[in-house]
């Protein structure tokens, strides 16, 4: 079956540390690949997206890469802000995009302390 | 704000009660999608209503069920409620449904507790 692996948290930075968080799929056919936030009171936003491989998704400098070979979609950010605390799902669409059902990962909770 | 809207923000009812909750998509968004995200399972796919017709179903137990109406927006049922049912229940909307490059844009979500 479909489903996504990521680290578990709660992960604590301090500001302006580099931020990376893990995440692999399992998945039959050729998916495509998004990390969404959650911010504490709110629904899901979609921070990025990659639908096939070597993809870079990047957005509010975060970025994430389409490892076909190792299945993997890590996400980082060079400098992370106290805004930046929030969680972060890994998720797969099996089809091109996101018009079919989403596999969600467990969510990482990240903390950024000033 | 995403363009989805979820009517009611918080719902408290006892266990063997019904509720019902509702969804209006974006607007032009023909797919609207139900996922329940609780502390022991995260965020599941309930159910999928693309234009009307339900197009895929996920962990959806019998107890629930989901329509969408002629103007789009949708309602998911919750009978014979039971503790474990609490959690917190998103709508998303998507544009079209299948192959595509459409996002899904989610709902600020209706938590749902049950004494």
């Known amino acids: 079956g479909n489903s996504v692996t990521q680290m578990e948290g709660p992960v604590t930075l301090s500001e302006e540390a580099f931020l990376t968080i893990n995440c692999t799929y399992t998945?039959?056919?050729?998916?495509?690949l998004f990390w969404y936030v959650q911010y504490p009171g709110e629904g899901l936003q979609l921070l990025l997206k990659a639908t096939k491989a070597d993809d870079k998704g990047s957005n509010k400098g975060f970025e994430a890469t389409y490892r076909k070979e190792t299945t993997s979609f890590h996400l980082e950010k060079g400098s992370v802000q106290v805004s930046d605390s929030a969680v972060y799902f890994c998720?797969?669409?099996?089809?091109?995009?996101?018009?079919?059902?989403?596999?969600f990962g467990k969510g990482t909770r990240l903390s950024v302390i000033a | 704000d995403s363009g989805v809207t979820q009517t009611p923000k918080h719902l408290i009812t006892a266990t063997g009660q019904r509720v019902t909750l509702r969804c209006s998509p974006r607007?032009?968004?023909?797919?609207v999608y139900w996922y329940q995200q609780s502390l022991d399972q995260g965020l599941q796919f309930l159910i999928q209503?693309?234009?009307?017709?339900?197009?895929a179903k996920g962990n959806i137990l019998e107890r629930f069920s989901a329509q969408q109406f002629p103007d789009l927006h949708s309602e998911l049922n919750l009978s014979s409620l039971e503790l474990g049912d609490s959690a917190l229940y998103f709508c998303a909307s998507s544009v079209g449904s299948g192959a595509g490059l459409y996002e899904q844009y989610f709902g600020p979500g209706t938590r749902l507790t049950v004494t």
């Open positions: 998945a039959t056919g050729y998916p495509s």
């Open positions: 209503y693309y234009n009307g017709e339900e197009r």
């Open positions: 607007s032009g968004d023909l797919s």
């Open positions: 998720a797969l669409s099996v089809s091109f995009g996101g018009n079919t059902p989403l596999v």
